[in-house]
């Protein structure tokens, strides 16, 4: 049985905030998505968990390994695009939100869908305009939620580094096509590979945590879970019951300083961010909207929150310290080291409440 503490530092090694990966692949391979609807927030994640420069990172973003498409819980992450069958799998066959809606709109939403993969296949680049017009006239919320469905039943992708939701390409431009239809057995065996990706980028976790950060409900992942029984272990903390990967081992270094990107995987991946802070530092982290903050994470322990912006000719950084000011000299490393991966200029910092 673990203890809360060795649970936090199990999670902190795993997503490389102790140790960077060398690879962003591998980086990606952990994580299984980036929260993607804004584009820098997503590059400074990918920098601050793998060891490359500001300009690696972008050009990562460009290859087409990597796509943009809607998943977890219908919002716009980063995946391998060898993972898009596993999310097709998973996601794409199962009836949501989208299909109520156009149901009640009485949009045809598979005609609408077959019209815009025929669209696809015709042309490398395709515009919102162009899928809009396909649609036709419907909701705001109906056309997003199309155009989502279009992407998790594996037909369409966003092009990864656009920092909009304007333009679009065909899975088949990708290379290796081959058409996807639902069957029980794979998408099951899709369920259980998420859920083991899941644990083992993220466990020691609950289902609830799991629960969260896919967006499915108990019912739909119930079978998965009774596959993998022989391969987890059940322990409860103070009346909590999680669920590990069996074999985790506590690793024996603390993480001195980590500093987070906005809604980082690593933070949002779990129903209850309270494991790394407070409650009171929780509602200063997240806005009224649901935006998460980018954290400052020292000693096991969520300290305060930063940003970054350009002013002029300087890197201007701001800390704000949820308590007491705390490694400073550590974390004037970290913001260095992320200037210096940028571009040479200077940076200052600003601190706020001390």
Same mark, same amino acid.
């Given at each position: ?13 795993? =997503? ?13 391979? @952990?994580?299984?998505? +980036?929260?993607?609807?804004?584009? @820098? ?44 069958? /596993?999310?097709?799998?998973?996601? !794409? ?9 156009? @149901?009640k709109e009485g949009a045809d939403l598979e005609a609408i869908l077959a019209e815009m993969d025929r669209l696809g296949r015709r042309q490398e680049i395709?515009?919102?305009?162009? +899928? ?12 997003? &939620? ?9 037909? =369409?992708? =966003? ?15 990708? &290379? ?22 899941? +644990? ?14 896919? !967006? ?11 596959? =993998? ?9 103070? &009346? ?6 069996? !074999? ?28 790394? /802070? ?11 909207? !649901? ?13 305060? +929150? ?46 706020? &409440?001390?």
């Amino acid at each position: 049985m673990l203890t809360q503490n060795e649970i936090t530092q199990i999670r902190l090694h795993k =997503l490389g905030m102790v140790e960077k990966f060398d690879d962003p692949r591998r980086f990606m391979y @952990q994580t299984i998505a +980036l929260q993607s609807q804004n584009h @820098q927030p997503a590059l400074v994640n990918l920098l601050q968990h793998v060891a490359m420069t500001w300009e690696e990172a972008g050009r990562f973003f460009e290859e087409k390994s990597v796509i943009k498409i809607w998943a977890n819980r219908l919002t716009l992450h980063t995946f391998l695009a060898e993972d898009w069958e /596993m999310v097709y799998r998973v996601f !794409g066959t199962r009836t949501n939100i989208v299909h109520r809606l156009c @149901q009640k709109e009485g949009a045809d939403l598979e005609a609408i869908l077959a019209e815009m993969d025929r669209l696809g296949r015709r042309q490398e680049i395709i515009s919102r305009k162009e +899928l809009e017009a396909i649609i036709g006239d419907y909701s705001s919320q109906v056309t997003s &939620g199309i155009i989502a469905q279009a992407t998790i039943q594996g037909s =369409l992708y =966003l092009l990864p580094s656009s920092d909009g939701i304007r333009n679009y390409s065909h899975r088949m431009r990708l &290379g290796n096509y081959e058409e996807w239809e639902s069957d029980p057995v794979r998408n099951q065996e899709a369920m259980v590979r998420l859920i083991r990706r899941y +644990l083992s980028g993220y466990g020691p976790a609950t289902w609830k945590d799991f629960r969260h950060w896919s !967006g499915l409900n108990a019912g739909e992942i119930k079978a998965a879970t009774l596959c =993998l029984a022989d391969e987890l272990d059940t322990f409860e903390i103070e &009346g909590e019951s999680y669920v590990a990967l069996k !074999g985790e081992k506590v690793p024996t270094d603390a993480t001195r300083v980590f500093l987070t990107g906005k809604f980082d995987q690593s933070i949002i991946a779990y129903k209850d961010p309270t494991w790394i /802070m407070t409650e009171a530092q929780r509602k200063s982290a997240w806005t009224v909207n !649901g935006h998460c903050s980018a954290i400052i994470i020292a000693g096991n322990r969520a300290v305060g +929150l930063w940003k970054y912006e350009w002013k002029k000719d300087i890197l201007l950084f701001t800390i704000s310290y949820f308590e007491e000011a705390s490694f400073q000299v550590e974390i004037k490393q970290e913001l260095e080291r992320f200037a210096s991966r940028i571009e040479p200029i200077p940076a200052e910092i600003k601190y706020v &409440g001390i």
